[in-house]
């Protein structure tokens, strides 16, 4: 079998880029390893209930009828509909340090009045700042490395509250400890603060749909249980790849959303490696916990928290198991549905040392999910109501379970600490898309997939 | 096709890559990126669209011509003499 375009995973990236693919006749096939498809992003459904497995928030939200921003260029892109992603936007998150509690909602002015309340003396830094945002170019792909933290402190001198507006983007998209990259720092900016979160009603789910049905109604092929064992390179060429079942397809090119070093690694070949392909090493133990009752009927309206226990923020591989200091508060029922979700449930996250989870023999690696479960739902009850007598039912993910399912080295989440912008790789024809290309998130993963198949695989020249 | 209907092709294109944008007010002269909010994604979008429907290639130096629906027009008339309308 013989194809245009091989698409390594099933995931948001990869389906955007089948999307544009086959919309343009391309023989396209997505190949994914898993039973379902979602990668990163995905959902399964435990003991009768549904779950989401990345998914805290769609961010760079844009309500219905607005033309700019990531969200309308890929509806755009797509050929959807707002309709068809069925986006409710948040009640409101907060960054909570200790004696500084910044909220925001999806209304940037609101954010900029807190920040102008609470640090009176930073406020024309921090507006400096945004205006250096807004004239950021993220569509250039040839830049560098830029420490984030470095350009912040041109412009805000107090170091809680940069940590304070760090904390959520680097949560939500550093794949590298302590600082970021600039181009990164500002996708997260625009798309956290700027534009903000929202939930479909169903979840990811929904929009993981959306994509499938119109990807096959195009005409492209999705094979699951098909995972890429090896990629067949001749020269500096790939023509082919080789499945796990030993089966062998044919193809003009190949956009791989598996990560950069895990693409490199199926190739089997010695080729001269920089550091852009250097996998990430941040990963994250999530809790699931299914509660009897709707969050805000115990005193909890917040969409997302963000808390960090000093005026220090370590985002880092965690030293310990769990690295309890700091974390994600995200209650998917804080969104301004039509109507409430079923059940109510609370999800907290936090940083995690993959090698200790990778490593545990399997009888205690489920009492450890077990203690560590309680642990952080311990030292999150500084920054939310006692829920856990409302608990019916719990479910914690690892940096072992990403890797299980994902396959990206590590467990990682963000992937690699060096974007790959352009897409490239060392063969001529193997593209990557995805977590390692630079755009993150729901709608940036999308956004990644698109840029990259229109770049360099639907190039009129 | 004529010139009127390679108007209604552009017009049938853009409103698949902009359902959301109300097109009866388009007015012909001034350039698409004034009027709708249109990037060079979206152009490159119309140059694929043109190309998927009557096989016409645009090569990108000639990007320039699709400025206003006029010059859009002008420019298509003699590639599209011979092909049938798809609207």
């Known amino acids: 079998m013989s194809y245009d375009s091989i698409i390594i995973g099933a995931g948001l990236s990869g ?153 959520p983007l680097m949560f939500y998209g550093s794949p590298s400890a302590h600082d970021m990259d600039f181009n990164q720092f500002v996708i997260m900016f625009r798309s956290i603060y700027q534009e903000g979160f929202a939930r479909p009603y169903q979840g990811v789910r929904l929009i993981l749909k959306n994509l499938t049905k119109k990807y096959k109604a195009l005409g492209g092929e999705l094979k699951l249980r098909a995972g890429v064992k090896q990629l067949l390179i001749e020269g500096n060429k790939v023509s082919g790849v080789v499945l796990d079942d030993g089966q062998i397809l044919e193809s003009q090119n190949v956009l791989s959303s598996a990560g950069s070093a895990e693409t490199l690694q199926m190739c089997n070949v010695d080729v001269p490696r920089d550091d852009r392909f250097t996998p990430g090493d941040i990963s994250f133990v999530e809790t699931i916990s299914v509660l009897d009752q709707q969050p805000a009927e115990f005193g909890h309206d917040e969409t997302i928290v963000f808390y960090n226990d000093s005026e220090d923020f370590c985002y880092e591989q965690s030293k310990q198991p769990v690295d309890l200091r700091s974390g994600i508060i995200c209650s998917p ?56 007598p409302h608990v019916l039912d719990i479910d914690t993910f690892t940096p072992r379970t990403i890797k299980k399912f994902t396959g990206h080295i590590n467990g990682c989440v963000y992937g690699a600490p060096q974007k790959i912008l352009d897409g490239t790789t060392p063969f001529n024809n193997l593209f990557l898309c995805g977590t390692d290309q630079g755009f993150l998130g729901i709608i940036g993963s999308m956004l990644s997939g698109i840029s990259i198949a229109n770049l360099h695989l639907l190039n009129p020249k | 096709m004529a010139p009127e209907q390679i108007r209604s092709v552009i017009l049938d294109i853009l409103a698949r890559i902009a359902p959301d944008e109300d097109l009866s007010e388009l007015d012909d002269s001034i350039p698409f990126r004034e009027q709708m909010e249109l990037d060079s994604m979206d152009f490159l979008d119309i140059v694929m669209e043109l190309r998927k429907l009557y096989r016409v290639q645009i090569p990108e130096e000639d990007y320039g011509e699709l400025v206003t629906m006029d010059s859009t027009v002008t420019y298509l008339t003699p590639l599209l003499k011979d092909a049938e309308s798809t609207v």
Request: glycine residues 8%; charged residues 25%; contains cysteine.
């Open chain 1, 333 to 388: 029922n804080n969104f301004k549905y039509d109507q409430p979700l079923k059940e109510g449930s609370i999800r907290i996250t936090a940083l995690a040392n993959p090698d200790y989870w990778m490593s545990l023999p399997e009888e205690k690696y489920i009492e450890e999910k077990q203690y560590w479960y309680e642990e952080i739902l311990k030292s999150s009850l500084r920054f939310i109501p006692d829920f856990r």
């Open chain 1, 15 to 167: 389906l955007a880029a089948g999307i544009r693919l086959a919309y343009y006749g391309k023989r396209v096939c997505i190949l994914e390893r898993h039973t379902t498809i979602g990668g990163l992003n995905s959902f399964y459904r435990l003991r009768g209930r549904n779950h989401d497995v990345g998914l805290h928030a769609v961010t760079n939200y844009s309500p219905p009828g607005g033309k700019r921003g990531p969200l309308n260029k890929i509806l755009r892109q797509l050929r959807f509909q707002w309709e068809d992603f069925d986006l409710s936007p948040q009640c409101g998150s907060s960054v909570v340090f200790p004696g500084h509690t910044l909220r925001f909602n999806n209304q940037f002015d609101y954010f900029e009045a807190q920040i102008a309340e609470q640090f009176p003396q930073q406020i024309d830094g921090f507006r400096q700042l945004v205006t250096e945002i807004d004239a950021h170019n993220i569509g250039d792909l040839g830049q560098n490395w830029i420490s984030t933290r470095e350009r912040m402190a041109e412009r805000i001198s107090d170091p809680l509250l940069i940590n304070m507006l760090l904390c």
